[in-house]
């Protein structure tokens, strides 16, 4: 991972504010995308990158991304297969580039697509016919 000291600033940005989002990214990873670890200053850098459209508001970001464990997934497949474009003194594209590279050595991809099946494992298995029952059960009460 890179330090802040070698990231490039951008005429808005410093090289530690890039820094500073880049924590922020792991932290809110790490929280399985915890709402508490989602400011509206991260949301607001967030939606500018990985090619991100925009949303209406911090809310509906997070409800397209973060709600449910498949939404989890196809962001981080969004932020996986972005190209990182641009130019480091105008874009995040440095941080961006690094991001990925953390996403992959944690296997986080991975994990949250194991979890998808797992639920879906289980939805399956309790949605057969026969497979749970509401029968009232006898009592000696």
Known sequence: MLRHETYTPTSCSTAADKAKFLR?????????????KFPKWFYNRLSMTFGHIAHYNKGGFFGTFFE?????????RQTLGYGCYGDAGFTYC???RDIQSWLREQS???Q?????RRLKTVTNTYSKPGTFSMKARSSAC
């Not at 922020?24 to 508490?36: G, H, L, N, R, T």
């Not at 449910?68 to 981080?76: A, H, I, N, P, Y």
């Not at 949250?112 to 998808?116: A, L, R």
């Open 24 to 36: 922020q990214f792991q932290k809110f990873v790490e929280s399985d995308f915890a709402p508490s």
């Open 68 to 76: 449910s464990t498949r939404d989890k997934v196809e962001f981080l």
């Open 94 to 96: 440095d941080v961006e």
């Open 108 to 110: 986080t991809l991975a």
């Open 112 to 116: 949250y697509q194991t979890k998808t």
